[in-house]
């Protein structure tokens, strides 16, 4: 009801205003016709004092004449006086018509100007509420986020206190021998360079001091059970993946000869393949797009993962790969060769040199893990 009340107002307005046109431009009307009116009557005064000029110079005769035609032409400018005096009273009319309805107009508007303002009210007030409902349920959700990290800290910090003293011995102990790696690659949208990533690799490591230390065992269009074969057979320190990825999943080859989707495998479930051999590996790099928030998964089975935090180009990730272990197998460090390989994207000019990213679990230090230890 109070709505259409407010629209009864705002039509009241219209219908005063379309008034005030109407009277205004009769009261033009008006106007324009005593202005014809005037000029017809002063015509006809001139007329007839022009009459009775002549009627004075003529003769007895044509005297008559002219009286009569001045008596004429005054008779006419009476009747245009009298027009005169009806269209200024019709105007005066107009007038204070108008004067009247811009009075009610006046309070028309101050009613409209009123109803506006309950309604802006209304909707600040609406509003308002919403916000404040919005933010109350914002702090009861942050509450329960900090009371969830607050018990997840204290389950951590339990957690972390019983591994300290066992995390080290999931690293591979300082001993000569070869660095193996199980290197999978998978391209089965045909999309990427991953068999040129490879060449580049073995050649980095191959220039490398310490060559015949690193053993690369190569599965191109890897499937899950290469990845498990793998695992139990070669017992890798390292497990490296090149391929499609996202946040949430690696997508294997599905062991068909043609182009097709390939097979995703969960993030979770590369995890507990990790963990599920006896001997875990020591580092997993994951060379494919998006893969960072796949590490923390991986820091529950191995002590060290790399992956990357976006979507990284191929050149980018040949770069960082053939770099990173040419450095590993001049025997840095994983932090050592994780920097060298960063800082040669950003010397070939790479875009994405801020994407790989190195996760370790809270009591390794990565600058102290050295994974290919040369003889004395």
Not at 14 to 25: E, M, P
Not at 125 to 138: F, M, N, P, S, V
Not at 199 to 213: C, E, N, P, Q
Not at 263 to 271: G, L, Q, T, Y
Request: charged share 30%.
């Amino acid at each position: 009801m109070r709505r259409h009340g407010e629209e009864e107002a705002t039509s009241r307005s219209a219908q005063i205003r379309q008034k005030l046109a109407d009277l205004s431009k009769k009261r033009a009307d008006h106007e324009k016709r005593i202005a014809e009116a005037r000029s017809r009557q002063a015509k006809k005064d001139e007329e007839a004092s022009s009459y009775r000029q002549r009627a004075l110079r003529a003769s007895a005769s044509m005297t008559t004449s002219y009286l009569r035609q001045a008596a004429s032409a005054e008779q006419a400018a009476i009747a245009e006086g009298k027009k005169v005096a009806e269209e200024s009273k019709r105007s005066a009319d107009c007038s204070s018509k108008e004067a009247a309805l811009n009075k009610e107009l006046i309070s028309v508007l101050a009613q409209e100007a009123a109803a506006a303002k309950r309604e802006r009210e209304r909707q600040e007030a609406t509003a308002r509420r919403e916000q404040e409902r919005q933010a109350l349920a914002a702090r009861q959700r942050h509450e329960q986020e900090m009371r969830a990290e607050r018990a997840r800290m204290h389950s951590l910090v339990a957690e972390s206190e019983n591994r300290m003293t066992v995390e080290i011995s999931r690293l591979r102990p300082p001993q000569v021998e070869q660095l193996r790696i199980l290197y999978l690659t998978a391209n089965s949208t045909g999309d990427l360079r991953v068999d040129e990533e490879m060449r580049r690799v073995k050649a980095g490591v191959r220039a490398a001091t310490h060559r015949d230390l690193v053993q690369i065992e190569h599965k191109p269009a890897a499937t899950g059970s290469d990845l498990l074969d793998g695992l139990t057979q070669l017992r890798p320190h390292v497990v490296h993946f090149s391929g499609h990825a996202n946040e949430i999943t690696l997508l294997f080859d599905a062991g068909s000869d043609r182009h097709g989707p390939g097979r995703p495998v969960d993030a979770d479930v590369f995890a507990r393949a990790m963990a599920a051999v006896d001997t875990p590996p020591t580092l997993v790099v994951l060379n494919a797009c998006k893969s960072e928030t796949q590490l923390r998964g991986l820091l529950a089975a191995v002590p060290l993962a790399i992956g990357m935090s976006d979507s990284i180009g191929d050149t980018d990730a040949m770069t960082f790969a053939a770099r990173f272990y040419a450095a590993v197998a001049e025997g840095q460090s994983v932090k050592g060769a994780y920097n060298v390989a960063k800082v040669q994207m950003e010397l070939s000019g790479l875009p994405d040199a801020d994407l790989p990213t190195l996760a370790s679990d809270v009591a390794v230090d990565p600058s102290s893990v050295i994974l290919v230890i040369p003889p004395d």
